[in-house]
């Protein structure tokens, strides 16, 4: 099918192909999951519903799984930087690609990235003495300094990024695993029951439901790897690879870790309405109880690995997204820029990494707002993900003649099963211990944004059609890659 021409930004110039393998693409798709906030859901939601939160996880696993399936069959059509902006743009068109895509991705960076920010500092001061000393509201130095070290990592390549991201991925992902396993093989020292313990919210469907979004945080994000498409050997048969066994790798190592952390260390009442489990506390007092002293500077190692990875995947696959994004038009064009030498977006990366800077300055420590952000973004994310999966059916039947190199098991059952798990999880997304107003004014208020964005920027500075799908041939012409369709 001929596709039709548009002015495009300049194709000369593009990102390094081919210069990352599996590894690469698995450390980025666990790496970016396993965070130091997700570390601190997992241990909330253990210390607020037990057995129930696993289940939750479980629930979780599957629907991401299913949702995984779209992504891996939409990568294979359009291997692209822009990823689920091209998804959208070529399914369901510009409109829809640049509401998701910004609600998803780069507004939710202001709640998922400062989450991640603030945390990292926060588990630097209860796991290492040289912070002990440290107020909780100053520890946005410890993170904002990270952030601005990797920065500087993702500046000078696409090498240099997967190279630290396979190296701090498999030294957390282990020890959190190893940890965890003695964990559950040691006798239990908190009197709690089972491998879990009991629920302090239900036990009923509801329980379990209301548990869902929290769980959900632990393995979304599974996608950053797909803008890292135009950059990996093999992407078709990597990029599915990557997502199924990461997602299998973290939900073996949040219950591995979940179950030991739970069967050793007591949730106990710090101050009223305050839990143990509700703050980084348990990493240190989990790490002692392993190993003593050694096992504690050991897991808080890995505790700082998770926030790491996950702020270096971020700064790696962020701008990537918002550079072809640029390439079709839909942002300035400043972020097409790509340094001749390193061949990486320069300005997409200073951008990424000044949101959570500015973010986790303002906050200043304050762990009610992290869970309360970490859930408005589950629904930005679940809001691209849901129409993902329509993108994928669009093009099914609008163009059932293009290339896919990896078509979805039982089509469209995954797209069918996740979507409706994903409209269950946002409806039964607030917790007990918040408030659906903290989740859902923030959430809306993001699409609202991003919506108007979209309608100015299309119809009144580019003189687009915000509601006309894409023809896949076009977005892969603006990243060089005509002919794969």
């Known amino acids: 099918m001929e596709a039709t021409e548009k002015p495009v930004i300049d194709q000369t110039v593009h990102l390094q192909e081919a210069a990352l ?120 130095v410890i993170g904002v300094i990270i952030v ?25 992902w282990l020890t959190l695993f190893i940890f965890g396993l003695i964990g559950i093989l040691n006798a239990a020292q908190s009197g709690i029951s089972g491998y879990f313990g009991e629920s302090f919210v239900g036990t009923d469907l509801t329980a379990i439901l209301s548990m869902t979004g929290l769980a959900m945080f632990l393995f979304v994000g599974v996608e950053f790897v797909t803008p890292l498409a135009p950059e990996l050997k093999n992407p078709s048969r990597n990029i599915p690879i990557a997502m199924y066994l990461g997602l299998t790798l973290v939900a073996v190592a949040m219950f591995v870790y979940g179950a030991g952390v739970a069967r050793q260390v007591a949730n106990v009442e710090l101050e009223p309405g305050v839990m143990l489990f509700d703050t980084p506390l348990p990493i240190p007092t989990f790490g002692e109880a392993i190993m003593g002293g050694f096992g504690k500077v050991w897991l808080g190692i890995a ?45 997409g990366i200073f951008l990424t990494a000044a949101i959570p800077t500015v973010g986790t300055i303002w906050i200043q420590g304050d762990i009610g707002s992290i869970i309360a952000f970490v859930l408005a973004a589950v629904c930005a ?84 059609n915000p509601w006309a799908r894409v023809e896949p041939e076009i977005l892969l012409k603006e990243e060089g890659l005509a002919g794969e369709a």
């Open 21 to 140: 393998g599996f590894p690469e693409a698995l450390a980025t798709a666990v790496g970016l999951i396993i965070a130091s906030s997700v570390l601190l859901t997992a241990t909330q939601g253990f210390g607020a519903a037990g057995f129930i939160f696993g289940l939750a996880i479980l629930i979780a696993y599957v629907l991401m799984m299913c949702q995984s399936a779209s992504f891996a069959e939409m990568a294979g059509i359009l291997p692209t930087s822009g990823a689920v902006y091209d998804y959208l743009a070529a399914g369901m068109g510009r409109f829809w690609a640049i509401t998701g895509t910004l609600a998803a991705y780069l507004i939710v960076h202001i709640f998922a990235g400062t989450a991640e920010v603030s945390a990292v500092g926060l588990f630097a001061q209860v796991n290492f003495a040289i912070f002990a000393n440290m107020p909780a509201e100053t520890t946005w």
């Open 148 to 172: 601005g070290l990797f920065m500087v990592v993702n500046l000078l390549g696409i090498n240099v990024y997967g190279r630290v991201e396979v190296i701090m991925t498999f030294v957390m």
């Open 303 to 347: 505790a700082l690995l998770a926030g790491t990875a996950t702020i270096n995947t971020l700064i790696a696959s962020i701008p990537r997204i918002l550079y072809g994004m640029a390439k079709d038009g839909t942002m300035p064009s400043n972020f097409a820029y790509l340094h001749p030498r390193f061949k990486t977006p320069w300005m």
């Open 381 to 464: 994310w679940i809001f691209s993900y849901i129409l993902v999966n329509i993108a994928v059916v669009v093009l099914r039947i609008k163009r059932p003649d293009l290339k896919r190199p990896y078509k979805t098991p039982l089509y469209p059952l995954p797209q069918i099963v996740a979507t409706l798990g994903m409209l269950i999880t946002i409806w039964y997304i607030t917790p007990p211990f918040l408030t659906p107003s903290q989740i859902y004014l923030p959430f809306f208020g993001m699409l609202v944004v991003c919506a108007g964005f979209a309608l100015i920027w299309t119809y009144g500075m580019q003189g687009l």
